[in-house]
């Protein structure tokens, strides 16, 4: 699993279509521990190291593959050599916990519909899909593109986030624009309670109605 909290922002230096899928090629720095079949978040979307090594700018490069579903679902494919993207490690047995549950598994995407500077933060508003309004709500978790956010308030079809100067600088969100594409994965707390609570309603439902006692 994941936390939301990224550690660099690497750049896109390759991509190859293949039948199957899209394959890329990630350069970062302070990546110092990168293994074969090693989970990783780019922008919040849990792949899987294919190869890595090093190269001559001090920085280490991986190659992960998307497969047709993954290309699919997310704006991965839309990227192009020299675009950024952010970088999570799964979280060690023994790591610090600072950001929320993230899975990696992208719900959708949302747009970004405005920017604003707020003295030395920034206001970020996104777009709610359809479907998704229930798992949006003040003050919640919300992962977007990968970056573990508090949502600062929820308006009819739009929510905020604010941005601190670190999370502008360390992560994509300082190469965003108006109109740009972010993955979005809902916190799964949500979705798990949402679950358990159809089941509940369910049963009562379906339950049959208690037998009449003997004092009727």
């Given at each position: 699993m994941f936390t939301g909290i990224v550690e660099t922002a690497g750049e896109v230096v390759g991509r190859e279509e293949t039948p199957d899928g899209l394959r890329l090629r990630v350069a970062a720095g302070g990546?110092?521990?990168?293994?074969?079949?090693?989970?990783?978040?780019?922008?919040?979307?849990?792949?899987?190291?294919?190869?890595?090594?090093?190269?001559?700018?001090?920085r280490s490069w991986f190659s992960v593959f998307l497969a047709?579903?993954?290309?699919?679902?997310?704006?991965?494919?839309?990227?192009?050599?020299?675009?950024?993207?952010?970088?999570?490690?799964?979280?060690a047995a023994?790591?610090?916990?600072?950001?929320?549950?993230?899975?990696?598994?992208?719900?959708?995407?949302?747009e970004i519909t405005g920017i604003e500077r707020v003295g030395e933060d920034w206001r970020f508003t996104f777009s709610v899909p359809e479907?998704?309004?229930?798992?949006?709500?003040?003050?919640?978790?919300?992962?977007?593109?990968?970056?573990?956010?508090?949502?600062?308030?929820?308006r009819d079809g739009e929510f905020d986030a604010a941005i601190i100067p670190t999370t502008y600088e360390l992560t994509n969100l300082g190469e965003k624009a108006v109109g740009d594409p972010v993955h979005v994965e809902v916190d799964v707390v949500a979705k798990y309670v949402e679950e358990m609570l159809a089941g509940y309603a369910e049963s009562l439902v379906e339950a049959p109605e208690s037998a009449p006692s003997a004092d009727d």
């Open positions: 990546l110092d521990d990168l293994h074969h079949g090693q989970s990783i978040a780019v922008s919040g979307v849990c792949l899987t190291v294919e190869e890595f090594g090093e190269r001559d700018d001090d047709a579903e993954t290309v699919a679902k997310t704006y991965l494919d839309d990227l192009r050599e020299g675009d950024a993207v952010n970088i999570e490690r799964a979280l023994d790591g610090r916990f600072d950001g929320h549950v993230v899975q990696g598994h992208v719900d959708t995407t949302a479907g998704f309004d229930r798992y949006v709500v003040d003050k919640g978790s919300v992962a977007l593109d990968g970056i573990s956010l508090t949502v600062a308030e929820k």
